[in-house]
């Protein structure tokens, strides 16, 4: 029975029985005390801060059945040892936990694993899958940045959080794939959200990622003309990207109307001092950067290309301002806005690599105006 069910239930009853006051106030209270003690919770976080009383592994362990295959691969994944203890290399844990539908839904788009006992033979991805599912420290939702969390998991890989209004509420969504439906599930050694999705470790480096994005192919064909990716030597960077649509604007509807429009004549497109691969290597910064890590005020970061590329964050992020400008806005009062910088486009940012993220940006960028 739900208690407040059952208490409500309970008041409409001793309303009808003639009694005085007080002793019918004193067997309400009898009444709760019984129905809190007897009934079952209906929730996975237990009530009345029980959950507080147990660890991580704790909670598995008595809540098998319902988490039997998320259970049975941090059996498999050597995980269940370290989440019944407190961490020793920081301040707990935090788990995000999917349901068995959630990975029953992973395996079913998953060529490689024809069902879950396929998947529990593959150890070695096993111990990562369950260790990207867990953070390094416990941290509560209401701590999440929009965007990247600081805190890694425990194969060293960061997760990113992004916020979207449901109705009246709030849904946060990891890796802009899984939803947390049951957040803030407090134990003594940290916190479990349960998810209903499965997180996937992220291998893909960022150039192969833009290679397969259909939208972003103009950009994709210049940095493989351009030959970037046998120059790129770093371990982690930032990829800015344009849309074709953006590309469209400016009457350039393929690589070849880029290169018509950019390219210095007579110069190899690999050569570093052609202008084609100058304005690709533009848009790859040294560095992760997933848009919560950029610096607030104005800042250079270093790029492919050789140039620095400012970034000013206040209230708005606006990177590369002042070489081109964009529009001027002129108010009915007369003021005027000189729009003279690109904007980031919120849903397409911080795309998960292995390199680092990828981020949309809404117009054109190079360190000079294009002719």
Known sequence: MNILKGVRYWSRRLLVIQMPLKIRFLVLWIILLAVITSCESDSDSLTWGDDKSQTISQFLVKNKNKY???YRLLVEGKMLNTLYAYNPNGDNYTLFLPTDEAIDHF????????????????????????????????????????????????????LVASFFAVADSQLIKMNNLAPIIKPNMEMTNGYIHVISEVLQPVDILGYEWLQQQ?????????????????????????????????????????VQDLINRIATPGISLTNTTNRFYQFAAY???????????????????????????????????K????????????????????????????????????????????????YEELR
């Not at 910064?285 to 206040?314: A, F, H």
Request: hydrophobic content about 30%.
């Open 214 to 254: 259909n939208e972003y192919s103009i950009l994709a064909k210049a940095m493989e003309l351009s030959g970037i990716k046998k120059k790129l030597t770093w371990s982690k960077y930032t990829l800015f990207a344009e849309p074709d649509s953006v590309y469209h604007r400016y009457g350039i509807n393929n």
């Open 283 to 317: 848009h790859i910064l040294s560095g992760e950067y997933y848009m919560n890590d950029l610096n607030w005020g104005t800042q250079k970061y270093n790029t492919l290309s050789g140039t620095q590329l400012t970034i000013t964050v206040g209230l708005d992020v």
């Open 107 to 158: 395996i079913k788009q998953n060529q490689k694993y024809e069902n879950f006992e396929v998947l529990l033979k593959d150890t070695s991805f096993v111990k990562r899958l369950t260790r990207y599912h867990t953070l390094n420290r416990k941290l509560h939702t209401a701590d999440f940045p929009d965007g990247a969390l600081i805190d890694r998991t425990l194969t060293d890989d960061r």
């Open 68 to 70: 039997s295959k998320s």
């Open 319 to 366: 990177i590369n301002r002042g070489v081109v400008t964009y529009k001027v806005i002129i108010s009915k009062s007369g003021e005027i806005t000189v729009i003279d910088y690109i904007h980031p486009i919120a849903e397409g940012c911080n795309n998960l690599t292995g390199t680092g993220p990828v981020h949309s940006i809404s117009d054109l960028m190079y």
